[in-house]
């Protein structure tokens, strides 16, 4: 045991939820510097600072596999709506999207744009130097990159949707392994998105192959989350098995009340892949709704072809709008329907910066209130708004949450943005998972419906992501690891970000420490930054 004179901090009375144990148990935890340095009975110990949790929950941090918060990190390096929910890792670059990646050239239109509107700027030209300004800036969580192959992309070959060159290959392979050598934890595709989407089988496992020698994974956004579900996972694990890498199937679910059940085929695929040797598992936030571009959402995908002039174009060009009416009503027959049933009574308009009036009013109630046709009205609003709008789409089942929640391969992630209540950020319509992933797991889903054992949980929001990235001193309570804790109160813990108020903070999170720092205290941030850079190695 650490000489007791020299603890800084001791978190006593708590008792601990910890991976590598089945059983809760009671213990006192002893702290010094960055590190857990003795656990058991420590009454007699006098630390700098003694944090009673008597009556309440200690737990390692949670890991957060799937954030997006390489959007806001130059700008909110308090992460509040992250550290507020228990996250004390979270990976970044997720979906293709890696603005550690991205430059300042023109073909970033769209990243520059989102950091623009708070004042940010893309200030580097490789991973490295980003890495290195996250340091300089701070930042109040651990920090994990991935590899964004839809920004390699578009440093490359640009938004043109055409295979890659045997030249142009090479360059991104070469960009790829840079970044990967500078500490880049994998690969990740959005292949729903533009140009992600545009890579082929072959390319996809040509850049896994260099992920992969570097130890590292293949996370992806599925091609299709709905009608071509099955064929999307079939994809990921054929990447996977060609390149011999292990693959991270991103906030899986089915998309669409004609989807819904298909969850249960493709975790038997997953199944019988892993049967194969093929590593596969997958990631979930708890909700029944989604929220990204309303243009990735309704549109086509031969419409999104392009830069963003050339879809607004598409839209504006009668005889090529008249295409992507013709082409929606053929695939989605019911989207005309303004009934009591319509799908556009479960869809939300979510960050309109140009119109907040417009954020939480749903499709169908504004078609019917100005009597124009919803897809019509989509299409214009996704013209108005320069195609920089969300919606929020209530489209999946809580059956399907609650069997993709049980299986044993499933981790909990965010597919958040770290955010705060206050200012700008405080304006947008975002998700309330920014805000109540995980202690909506741990009361919703455990607490109140006893669908997860609370060790369970535990294990898929710390040691299950941990060990997928190969972090053997984080996710864990156990002498020498990181002291990354998360305190809670079990009869409290839950969430209160809704869709209607999405920035509220969740209850039950009474202390948060990262790296031996009190980031949260007690409904609130402390401000301090201590969060690292985790280079892979």
Known sequence: MQDPAVMDIVISGGTVIDAMSEEPYPADIGIVDDRIAAIGDLSE??????????????????VDIHTHSDISVMFHPQMESIISQGVTTQVVGNCSLCLGLATDDDVFAFEKRWLGVH??????????????????????????MLAGQGTLRKRVVGIENRAASPAEMEKMKSLLADALETGAWGISTGLEYTPSGYANVEELAELSRVAGRYGGFYATHLRNEGDRLLEAVAEAIEVGERAGVPVQLSHHKAEGARNWGKVQQTLKMVEEARARGVDVQLDQYPYTAFQTSMSVQFLPAWANVGDNDTVLRRLIDPEQRRQILEDIRTNHADWDDLGPNSPWNRVEIGVCRSNRALQGRSIGDLAREASVNPIEMVLDIILQERNFISAINYAICEDDVLFVMRHPLTMIGSD???????????????????????????????????????VTAIKKMTIIPADRLGLIDRGRIAVGCYADIVVYDPNSVGDNATFAEPHRFSSGIERVLINGRLVWDRGEPTGSLPGRVLRRR
Request: aromatic share 8%; net charge positive; hydrophobic share 35%.
């Open 45 to 62: 110990v006098h630390g700098g600072r003694r944090i009673d949790a008597s009556g309440l929950h200690v737990a390692p941090g949670f």
């Open 119 to 144: 004042g940010a700027k893309i200030t580097w030209g490789t991973l490295a130097e980003h890495l290195r300004r996250v340091e300089e800036n701070g930042v109040a969580t651990n920090y994990i």
């Open 416 to 454: 958040a943005v770290g955010t705060s209540p206050r200012g700008k950020l405080g304006e947008d319509r975002v998700h309330p998972r920014s805000y109540g992933t995980f202690p909506r797991v741990l009361g919703r889903y455990v607490r109140e419906m006893n669908a997860l054992a609370e």
